[in-house]
Each structure stands twice: as C-alpha cells, then as structure tokens.
DNA sequence: GCCGGGTGTGAGAGCGTTCTCACCGCGTCG
DNA sequence: CGACGCGGTGAGAACGCTCTCACACCCGGC
C-alpha cells in the first residue's frame, strides 16, 4: 500500500500572534513564561497556540539563544560490546533520570572507529549540543582531543589518560580494587590471581594497581602469571579465568575486575571443579545486579554511580552555566559488598 | 584545580568572507561545494576557513534549510535491558555503518516510561531530526502515536500492533518460528515447547504464532503448559526453561524465541541432566554471535540484520527526500541455520 | 561591432526565533 | 497637579546561514 501526502506547513510564532491579536513578542513571552504577561494576553495566546498545534522551531530559538537544551553521552567503543555491559545501561539510566526534570534532553553518539568519531566530533562542533559527556575511553582515542579543540564543554567518565586539564569523574578504583584484594588476603589467601580489565582503559589499568598494591602492602610477590587481561565482558572473564587456571592450578582467590566477567569467571571455576569459596574466594567490581543473583551471589565492589552520574551532569551545567572552563575533577569512593563468594 | 576562560567567539561566514575578499555568498557556495566558483575564489576561502578554524553553525544552517542531516534512533523501553541485547547492539552497528559515508548523523533517545516518551516526542517535534526510526516496540507505547502526530517521517522496527499505516521494516518472524519448529518436528520429537518471546511486543507475539501453526500444520494438538513466556533476555529464558522443565518433565525439543534466552535455557537443561540436543533439541531465533559460540552451537533463525538496517534507512530516506509519506512495508526472509544443538 | 549565452559574483531578502528598547497607560507620591 | 515608576506591550534589530536574483564579464557567431 502507497499513499502519499504533502508535508503540512508548521504555524510560526507570526501566526500565533495573529490568530491570539498580539504581537511576536508577547507570544516568545508566554512561550518562554515571562512573568510581565497579562493573565488575557497569555490566555489568548495560550489558546491559539492550541488551535493551532504551534510547536516552537528549535533552530531559530537556538540561533539566537546559543543554547540547545541538549548534551550528548559520546562512547568512544571499537565494538558495540559496550552496549552489553550493565555498567553502561546504569550510566544511562542515571543519566536520564537526572536530567529527567530538566529541559535537557539526552542525546547517545556512539563512535566506533576514526571516522565516525570525526563525524561525532563534527557534529559537536557544529554546535547540536550545549556539552558532551565521554565515555569509555581507550587510551588512543582521538575524540578528547577533537572536542577539546572545540569551544563546547566537556566531562569525562573517567581519568583521562595523560593527566590532561579535562574535567572528569571517576570512581576510586585504585582504592576499590586494593580493598578487594586486601579483602582477600585476610581471608587468608595468598595465591591470589586476577582477572583485569582491558589495560587501555583507565578502568582496567586502575583496578589493576589497586589490585598490585594490596598485595606489595602484604608483602607480597608479584607474579605476572597471576594476571590475566579480560575485556570486560563474560566471554572475556571466562577466557581469562580459564589460563589463570591453567597456569596457577592451585590459586585460592582471583580479584575479578567486573561483574560480567566474574559471573564468566565463576562459570569456569564451577566447570573446573572448585567450589566457591571454599576453593577459589572471588571478588568482583561494580556491583551489578547480576551479583546479587549469581550462584554464589558475589562480593563485589560498588561504585556510587547514582552519584557519578550527578557528578558527571553537575560538572557538565556548571561549565555550560559559567561559558568557562572550570576543570574541577571528582572522584566517587567505593565500597565493598560482601555476599557469598569471599 | 580550577582554570576559567571565556568561550572564544565562533568565527562566522561573514568573517571567511572578509578574510578570503569575496561575498558571503561565494563562502557559501564554496561550502556546500557549488560547481560555479573559480577555482581562485575556492582556494582563498579554504584558506580563509582553515586560518579561522570556521565551522559552519548548523542551527542557522538548519532554520533556512529545514533539514538537520540526523536522524533517530528511538528506544521505547521501560528498562534499559535493551541495551544488553545483542540483537539491538546489532541494528545500531548496521544503521551507522549505512551511515557512515552519508551526510547524516545517527543520534540514539533512550526512552523509558511515559515522561520521557513525552520529552523524547517533543524533541522530534521541535525539529531537531529529519527522521525517526523506532524500535522495541510495545503493545502500550504511545511513541507510535506521539510520533505520527508529528510531520517527522517516521520508520518502525517490526510490524506495528495495531496494523496502522506506518511504514516499517520486518522480519518474517512467524515464518521463521515455523521453520524452526518444523525442523524440530522432522527431527522427531513430538513434545515440542516454546520458550516465547515477551508477548506484548510483536516479535514476541508472532514467533509464538510460527510456532504454533508449525504444531497445527502437523497435527499436533495445542498444550498451553507447553509454552512459556520469557523476556529475550537470559536470565528470563532460563526462568522459563526452568517453568517448562518442570512442568513437562518429558520435553524432548524446545524452540526459544532468542539466542540470549536459548543461552539460559541451554544453561539449565545442562543443569537438569538433559543432553542436548540427545535429550532435547533446542532452536534459537536471532543467529547471534553467541549461537556459534555456545556449547552446543546452536541451531538458530538468522534474520538478514544488515538487509533489515538498509531497508529502514532506504525506507525513510525515501520518505524525507519525497516529503511525503509513502507508506511501505518490508517483511525480510528468515533462514534457519543448522548446529548442534537440533 | 553587436548581440546572445554562458559563468562567476554579490546584494539582499528571508528562515523563526529572542531580546533590547521605547512607549503607553495608570496609580502614587511629592 | 505634574513628575515618577512600573507593569504590559509592540516595533524592529539581531542570530548565521541559504538562495534567488540581477549584474558584470567574456566568449564566439553573425
């Protein structure tokens, strides 16, 4: 079936005004809830603006306003595997829900590989949006430095990776990791091994010094077998698990750098047959939902991230407010939940 | 630390102009690369535009063009699961590649519940796209109507519940449901279950009618403890595998609605004792990546993704460029892919 | 040498808003 | 009774771009 119809014209703030017996001005007015309006004149136009299905152009006020009530979130992810990551829906979730009661709307990029990053950052650039929220960043990615060049503010889910003046928020790792691991040193392990995540990630490469620290405060050794990097996501946790096995066949606890990749790592250690934690205690990182309902449910590290989301958001209209660039950086500490697994 | 600068004034086309010695005019030829400049004009102005790091401002841009060059990607979901499905990851990584060497941007809207189907609704209203592509959808949205109620051209991801005349883009779901529930009917097996997709979204809805006109088309009689609602996600198809074992202890095949719910339900058949597919053979629907890397691999309905993501972008480019609304639907072949697991 | 037909260019009118002013009427104060 | 203040209003200039014209120029053909 084929029909066709002509586009109908959208009604101007010229008509409205008309149709209401008032001026261009006390339409914007209205529109824009002055509080210098007449109880009549807004009833009018209020009126009119019904009759007529008037929405306003959003183009021409920002033309003039400079402002588009819009922020993007711009992951910067090879794949889409980031899309599966509970992480991610919770920052999105976060997201939205803070700016919920705003006039913000939320706008997701997602740039996989240098071209569609320019393409990301031109989009930025040409002024779409009023700030950018990046996410997951890889230690070559291209698109701080795209955005940085442009005169649209910026905040960052996580460390930057050179210490550049970006402002950012970010969870303490370092700190959440080395509680893990310290975790399980009092546990009485001592062949610990971990599962980390992706080293070009701040995320990763954090959670993995954390993880080295706990174990140097203790005394001790570093074991570079007991390291095997992960990707993040369960597959990941599960091949990475499986050659910690491999290699350290007596290890006693593994720190696993998130959640997925613990529920792919418990999934191996149950294959392998070694109960947990009786044989191998295992802490995970995040606490996503999936740790309360794994078997056995996990200790993990939780991230405060209703409040990083504020953070993220809070930075971000601080900066668009101001037309400056206050680099202000947050970190969120973490906390552990112990359940079953250690 | 706290650093703050004011926002450097974005240069303009007036400014390109001044500097290159030529009209505003002749810029923007140049610009939006009109075949009738002199290529003395074309090198000072690219000279100019690069000296100035001018950027064109796409409000103003937009406002006398009426176009925006983007184009949405909607999801109507109350939680955010969808992200975690790979099947979405899927359609996102196809519609940017069919993007990726077009003028157009992909900008995705989270919406969930009725509040941000409303601000999602009104920021396509406002004009900030040239076209929508809707997706996930359910029984109760009020996208569809939000949206159609606006003259943004508008493509649906699945058959629409109420048969309106919206254009969209399918795949042969019943079809498919059918092949696969055939195919395990040739196998033999004669207590055939379904682990059903959410029914109050069409997918959902029509592979559990393939499924059933499969059984009719044999004979075999309609026993409703045969079929168990999941939510196309793992943790739901184990939930259901679970429901279904228990109630029908001498299952011999089961045809899952999707891959991520044939991975849980294979999980748990594994957990009973059941072999697969010597036990019970299991049919998936999706062909995700995880279907090949299962254990069993799984046998699966592949639906043409990278055909169905064209299809929506051809379908509304063809609806913008036209400026009216043709309405079209396009239905894409299933293909049954044959593993281990049936 | 004059005219027709390209080809490159610029002037200027919009596009639909917001926002700064100036203005008008009215009540209040000196 | 005139000056003043103030709430409500409208005229008109932006905002930065595109696009339609009209014009100036140069070529070849008669």
Redesign the pocket.
Known sequence: MTTTGARP??????QV?ALA?????????V??DS????P???DAVHAAVEALR????R???S???RRTDTIALVLSESNTQIFADPFFARIVRGLSARLADTELNLVLLAARGGREQEKVARYVQQGHVDGVILISLHRDDLLPDLLARSPVPLVLSGRPFDGRAVPYVDADNVGGAEAATTHLLQLGRSRIGTVAGPLDMVAGLDRLTGYRAALAAAGAPARPELVAEGDFTEAGGSRAMARLLSEVPDLDAVFVASDPMAVGALRVLRAAGRRVPDDVAVVGFDDAEVAASCDPPLTTVAQPLEEMTGALVDLLLEQIGSGGSAVEARLCGTALVRRASA
């Open positions: 014209p959208t009604p101007t703030l010229e005004a017996g008032v001026s261009r001005a006390t339409v914007s007015r529109i824009n509080p210098r309006v007449s009549a004149a807004r008037y929405v306003p152009n183009m021409a006020r033309l003039v306003t």
